[in-house]
Structure formats: structure tokens, C-alpha cells
Nanobody, 114 residues
Framework: QVQLVESGGGLVQPGGSLRLSCAAS????????MGWYRQAPGKQRESVATITNTGSTNYADSVKGRFTISRDNAKNTVYLQMNNLKPEDTAVYYCEYLATFRSWGQGTQVTVSS
């Protein structure tokens, strides 16, 4: 089992920045993919960005050029740097771990509003 704990969400004005963190603990495979998903009210959960253990990344078109995903394998932590935030980025952001099984974090709220 892998446990994920997210942090870093909050309220920010449009154009602002936030950095989310997700710390993984437990039985962590050396080969895995970690990622960030989000779910806005009334909408399905969608992928935001993913990163493999070798550092290959993938982004949703809506966040390309604004968000950056990174990871520290020594700390089993994945980060999401979010710049130039827009109101449509408002959602609960979830961290995901994927290897032979999938685990989810509890989610952290990001609200972009003036």
C-alpha cells in the first residue's frame, strides 16, 4: 500500500501562483508514475500532469506553459508548480500513484478568485 498526503492548496488571485506537494509513503515501487488530477464541481476528474520515475512528463493542453510537474525520488515527493492561475483552474487537486496498483491522496482545494 502507498499513502499520499497533499499540501499547498489555497485561495489565490487570478495570475497568481501556488505550489502543490504530494508525499508518498509505504511500499513504493522503483518503477511508477505519479501525477496530479483535478475535479471541479459538477465535472469529471481530469488529468493535469504526470511524471514517470525517469522524469518523463505529460501535461493537459489547458495547463501547458503554466504548470510544471517535478519529483524528488529521494523524498518520494511530487510537486506541481502552478503559475498564471485562472478561475477555471479552481478544483480539488488529487495526487495519484500508479505502479502495480493505484493510490489517491485525499485532495487539496485550489480556488482562483479575485
Amino acid at each position: 500500500q502507498v499513502q499520499l498526503v497533499e499540501s499547498g492548496g489555497g485561495l489565490v488571485q487570478p495570475g497568481g501562483s501556488l505550489r502543490l506537494s504530494c508525499a508518498a509513503s509505504g511500499t513504493i515501487s522503483s518503477i511508477n508514475v505519479m501525477g496530479w488530477y483535478r475535479q471541479a464541481p459538477g465535472k469529471q476528474r481530469e488529468s493535469v500532469a504526470t511524471i514517470t520515475n525517469t522524469g518523463s512528463t505529460n501535461y493537459a493542453d489547458s495547463v501547458k506553459g503554466r504548470f510544471t510537474i517535478s519529483r524528488d525520488n529521494a523524498k518520494n515527493t511530487v510537486y506541481l508548480q502552478m503559475n498564471n492561475l485562472k478561475p477555471e483552474d479552481t478544483a480539488v487537486y488529487y495526487c495519484e500513484y500508479l505502479a502495480t496498483f493505484r493510490s489517491w491522496g485525499q485532495g487539496t482545494q485550489v480556488t482562483v478568485s479575485s
